[in-house]
């Protein structure tokens, strides 16, 4: 590589702090794309954290290259809106197929989020069971609910 010369030494901190972030960001959204057990929560990271990643890198870009040349350099931002428009399209067309998938087979969406889960975190769910409340006495011996709750004494 040759080195710069022209580039202001706030530029180039600039521009070195935000490349830094956003290949951090986009770390962070891998690292999520690893560790997450379904396909629901495993779509979600990545396109977050490296839509933000590839954001500061562009930034970083526009802000090198317009202090090099002195002028404006705007080519980054139609990069930024195709990808702030694309991304979440993208997302959103992948989990309906997965959605769409996940019914014809068979399976209701609380099915596939039980089996991402752990066994111990499955112990910790409540019980689907009907609670029914403790009878309330009223006066004659009647319960709510047995046709007796306007007595005509």
């Known amino acids: 590589m040759t ?4 580039l202001p030494p706030w ?4 521009t070195s702090v935000l490349v830094l972030l956003g290949a951090g960001l986009a770390l962070t959204g891998s690292l999520g794309l ?13 396109t977050l954290a490296t839509t933000l990643g590839a954001g500061c890198v562009l930034i970083a870009s526009m802000v090198f290259f317009s202090a090099l040349q002195t002028r404006p350099v705007v080519h980054e931002i139609l990069i930024a809106i195709f990808l702030t428009l694309t991304t979440p399209v993208a997302l959103m067309l992948l989990v309906r197929a997965a959605l769409f998938r996940d019914r014809i087979e068979g399976q209701a969406y609380d099915e596939v989020k039980a089996r991402a889960l752990s066994a111990d975190k499955r112990a910790l769910l409540p019980h689907h069971r ?4 403790a009878p309330i006495d ?9 046709g007796h709750e306007h007595d005509p004494r």
């Open 3 to 6: 080195p710069v010369t022209g």
């Open 11 to 14: 530029a180039a901190l600039l």
């Open 34 to 46: 690893l560790r997450f057990n379904s396909f629901y929560e495993r779509v979600h990271a990545p």
């Open 130 to 133: 009907a609670i029914r409340p």
């Open 138 to 146: 009223l006066p004659g011996g009647h319960h709510p609910g047995d």
